[in-house]
């Protein structure tokens, strides 16, 4: 990164089969558009591949949090791929076994479960970004 | 003919009509055509897992994109799958202008009933890829 980045970057898993990528990718959506507005960034993961050359800067413009629904860790391992580090991640799967959940959770009707583990992934995904701004690796408005 | 029909919605987290395409597809291959329908991880394609390759190249597969980028058709194309069709939401949309989105985590009403003329369409295309028919 030459310059000092403005935002953190923060990439879900895309996740379409699993119940946890549709938690992955609401918990994001939660912490743009709720919890932390000004300085999260995004993008569409299969971008690495279907885009043009820009999106493989992604890596190298901010620091980035990989957030991944299973221990395929697509999120994190696309990245390192085609990017570059990632600066944290998250493997919502091992999240879940710590918090101790084992009910069935649903990818196309995400009910009240659903939503409060979407809720925590977001205040995890938050502390992270925290752990970022902190450390003065992007710059703060 | 194909065994099964892999749809594959784009992974849009920027947009609502990617979560409307996703909508569609979950009616589609747990309501609609559960037997013939499946799908699987955009993401998979993107890093080459063996096992999601071998699905999308032995049997067909639809597209659903939520934007012009097409991200859902490209990955497929690029990992050598089937594709029996592709489809992007604006087109159903054009069709029918009042039902747009509310936005990416809830689509909203209108959001639902586009997500359901997307997946009787869907499910027709899962017919002519099949052979088969409700």
């Known amino acids: 990164m030459d310059m000092q980045p403005k935002k953190v970057g923060v990439l879900s898993c895309s996740g379409e089969a699993e119940a946890e990528g549709t938690i992955c990718r609401n918990a994001v959506r939660l912490v743009m558009e709720k919890y932390r507005p000004d300085v999260v960034t995004t993008l569409c993961l299969p971008l690495y591949l279907a885009g043009d050359t820009g999106e493989r800067e992604f890596a190298k413009k901010f620091p980035v949090i990989s957030v991944d629904g299973c221990g395929k860790l697509c999120a994190r391992r696309a990245t390192e791929k085609y990017s570059g580090t990632v600066q944290d991640a998250i493997d919502l799967r091992a999240l879940l076994e710590e918090w101790g959940v084992t009910e069935k959770l649903s990818r196309s009707h995400p009910g009240e479960l659903e939503d409060k583990l979407a809720e925590r992934l977001a205040a995890e995904i938050v502390k992270r970004i925290d752990a970022i701004i902190e450390d003065g690796k992007i710059v703060e408005r | ?134």
Request: with cysteine.
């Open chain 2, 1 to 134: 003919m194909a065994k099964k029909v892999y749809v594959i919605p784009c992974s849009g987290i920027g947009k609502a009509a990617a979560s409307v395409g996703r909508e569609a597809m979950y009616r589609v291959v747990e309501e609609l055509r559960p037997e013939v329908a499946d799908t699987l991880c955009l993401s998979l394609l993107v890093m080459g897992d063996e096992e999601a390759l071998e699905k999308i190249r032995k049997n067909y597969c639809i597209s659903v994109d939520g934007c012009g980028k097409d991200c859902a058709r490209k990955n497929i194309e690029l990992s050598g799958g089937r594709l029996a069709s592709s489809r992007r939401v604006h087109d159903v949309l054009k069709k029918h202008r009042d039902l747009q989105p509310e936005g990416v985590r809830d689509i909203g009403e209108n959001g639902r009933k586009l997500a359901g003329l997307l997946a009787d369409e869907l499910a027709a295309e899962v017919d002519a890829a099949t052979g088969g028919g409700e």
